[in-house]
């Protein structure tokens, strides 16, 4: 039998050659035909007048990471090329990147029945970390995909599955923003506390949507019903808090025209605290947001996330506890303030 000077045989190496070229050539299918026109992130692609040139770059910037998060995992081979890629982002933008990867990943099992197993094994692996932001990029697939969530939803955590709404409302804000941000209009297979969820998501989306104009982001969640206004100002406060790109005297402004919904502004960024702490990913601009949003830093505000966390019943899976659990934050914010 031939071998290399190894001692392989020659067939088996040709072989394993030919496998590696056909998974190469595979991963450069997917990316042609999934992949996302990177000009799709720019606010003059998609109509968005920043507040100021700063808040335009760090938006964009935003984008621009969750699609190289996105195409990596459509390249890589296997979990651990795709976590090295990942965790090779600027730490500050890294959670962006695994919330663009974890939508590739839904999709490709989605799109592959043979093998449906990779968002939940890179949740459970390399990505629990970034668990938070991978359940929204979850959810940003969920929109792309003509089948019924109801069975996706009932297979993830039952208290973070409520976070793939929120990611799902976030996509129809940024992609679809004339019936989500303009019309207010919510998707009429969801029912009971999943609405709030997505309205959650929603108000993340205003942030970018609005490009992070605080006046306009108030006026539009001025413009909806009152019930729907809590959760609005929440998804707001995260995006806010997280994503950034604003002045204190904005943030500001932001706590003041949210009147008697403040605390649940404080909420949002207190949720912006708690995903960054646990992925490791500390920001100036989490802390500051959190300081004027909360009274606290970010720390001590997701400290008060999980504390909260300890008092609650477990999720039955209707979404009771999530929202009994953003609402026991709130509460405990209100009494910080005064």
């Known amino acids: 039998m031939a071998t290399t000077a190894c001692g392989e045989p020659i067939a088996a190496r ?19 035909l999934l992949g996302i026109d990177p000009r799709e992130v720019l606010l003059a692609r998609r109509g968005v007048t920043a507040v100021d040139s700063r ?9 621009e990471t969750f699609v190289s998060g ?60 970034h668990a938070y932001m991978i359940y929204v990029g979850a959810g940003w697939a969920m929109a792309r995909l003509p089948m019924g969530i109801g069975k996706s939803l009932s297979q993830m955590d039952s208290l973070l599955r409520w976070l793939a709404i ?16 303009q019309r207010g209009e919510r998707p009429r297979r969801l029912r009971g506390h999943a609405l709030r969820a997505w309205d959650m998501g929603l108000g993340r989306g205003l942030w970018f949507a609005l490009g992070a104009d605080v006046s306009q982001i108030a006026e539009r969640i001025g413009s909806m019903d009152t019930d729907r206004r809590a959760d609005l100002w929440s998804g707001v406060g995260l995006a806010c808090a997280y994503a950034g790109g604003v ?42 947001a959190c300081r004027l949003l909360c009274g606290l830093s970010a720390e001590t505000a997701a400290q008060i996330t999980d504390a909260c966390l300890e008092k609650i019943a477990p999720d039955d899976g209707d979404g009771r506890a999530f929202d009994a659990w953003r ?3 709130a509460a405990r914010l209100r009494e910080v303030v005064a």
């Open 70 to 129: 996105y195409h990596a995992a459509l390249e890589s081979a296997d979990d651990s090329e795709l976590a090295q890629r990942l965790e090779a982002v600027e730490r500050e933008r890294r959670g962006f990147a695994y919330e663009g990867a974890a939508m590739a990943l839904y999709l490709l099992d989605a799109l592959t029945p043979w093998n449906r197993s990779r968002w939940q094994r890179f949740v459970n692996g390399p990505g629990n970390a």
């Open 166 to 181: 929120d990611g799902w409302a976030f996509h129809d804000a940024y992609f679809h923003p004339a019936s989500t941000v």
């Open 14 to 32: 040709a072989e394993s050659s030919r496998r590696v070229a056909g998974s190469a050539m595979l991963r450069a299918i997917r990316r042609r």
């Open 247 to 288: 002045e204190s005297t904005d943030i500001e402004l932001l706590c003041a025209l949210a009147v008697e919904h403040r605390y649940w502004l404080g909420q949002g960024a207190s949720f912006a605290a708690k995903a960054r702490q646990r992925a490791g990913n500390p920001a100036d601009h989490t802390d500051l």
């Open 327 to 329: 609402a026991a934050i």
């Open 55 to 63: 808040a335009g770059a760090r938006l964009e910037q935003i984008g």
